[in-house]
């Protein structure tokens, strides 16, 4: 069955930078769209990126500060993240869609001084 197990979560100070891992398994991760949500205290479920073959889509919210890749001899997708504000604040999971189908455990992410 499909699995994904997000990582690389933590506390960082405004305008710093984390790096998030999703391991996938159970499916065909390399023609997969796959995508990350995120879930901030007491808001609903929100889009934030994703990636096909050759496409990537960004919420205007993260474009210029947030990057999709992929490494599909891993199995692995990643979300490099810059200039992080408290905004940003949330648990991120990695999903199937843009909807969070099939999505992880999650990450905390924490912006703070």
């Known amino acids: 069955q499909v699995q994904l197990v997000e990582s690389g979560g933590g506390l960082v100070q405004p305008g710093g930078s984390l790096r998030l891992s999703c391991a996938a398994s159970g499916f065909t991760f390399g023609s997969s769209k796959m995508c990350w949500v995120r879930q901030a205290p007491g808001k609903a479920l929100e889009w934030v990126s994703c990636i096909t073959a050759v496409i990537r889509t960004y919420a205007d919210s993260v474009k210029g500060r947030f990057t999709i890749s992929r490494d599909n001899a891993k199995n692995t997708l990643h979300l490099q993240m810059n200039s992080l504000a408290s905004d940003d604040t949330a648990v991120y999971y990695c999903?199937?869609?843009?909807?969070?189908?099939?999505r992880g455990q999650g990450t905390q992410v924490t912006v703070s001084s």
């Open positions: 999903a199937k869609d843009e909807r969070g189908t099939s």
